[in-house]
């Protein structure tokens, strides 16, 4: 990683190379939990002649923006980490309590059942996606933002993780995948959150644990 980051400066480089290794990672990570309702618009499409490649632009395009804003934390991210080791710890526990927060209120519920819900997606844009290929791009660009909303604190853990990280990536895509696929999907986002917010209380209390 040192290696890499060398290679990175300056940072137009560097911030391209981390958008790239993003999209990336977006499309491995989240393929699987978008299948289902791309499977699905893409059949209504195809039943009216019309094709469906606009939807993964879309969903991708707003990961792809979204990942402007990852490319600024990772940097503020750096900043911190630079200082003393308990205050990198507290800036990882404040992450941490962010995004266990983030987990408990009504944005997170609301985007998350839109993303466990493929069938009312379809219903809701079917109209929207008729109307040609900036039809479908629209709907892909909806969809991509209530992933988004769903799942950009778990993201940002993530970030203050080590994107690089494979077990953390795996970690990751699994918590996304049972969040929006199995029944249990916002019971298993109130437990994430709370022990995001249990490890976030431990870390700023007593930051020396890591040091």
């Not at 699987?32 to 893409?42: H, T």
């Not at 969903?59 to 200082?83: K, R, S």
């Amino acid at each position: 990683m040192d290696d890499m980051a060398g290679a990175m400066r300056p940072w137009p480089g560097e911030a391209a190379l981390f958008l790239g290794v993003w999209v990336v990672m977006m499309a491995a990570m989240m393929l699987p939990s978008v299948v289902p309702f791309s499977l699905g618009m893409r059949r209504l499409l195809r039943s009216r002649g019309l094709r469906g490649h606009g939807l993964f632009a879309g969903y991708f395009l707003v990961w792809a923006v979204a990942g402007i804003g990852a490319f600024a934390f990772v940097q503020g991210l750096e900043g911190a980490m630079t200082g003393p080791s308990t205050t990198a710890v507290r800036a990882g526990g404040v992450v941490l309590l962010v995004a266990g927060v983030y987990q408990l209120t009504p944005l997170k519920r609301v985007c998350l059942r839109h993303c466990r819900s493929p069938m009312a997606l379809l219903l809701e844009h079917s109209e929207t996606a008729m109307r040609g290929r900036f039809g479908v791009l629209r709907v892909g660009v909806s969809h991509g933002g209530y992933c988004l909303g769903c799942c950009w604190a778990l993201m940002a853990v993530l970030l203050a993780a080590g994107m690089m990280n494979l077990v953390w990536m795996a970690v990751f895509a699994a918590v996304v995948a049972l969040e929006k696929v199995t029944r249990h999907g916002e019971l298993i986002s109130r437990v994430v959150g709370g022990l995001l917010l249990a490890t976030a209380i431990v870390l700023l209390a007593q930051p020396a644990l890591l040091t």
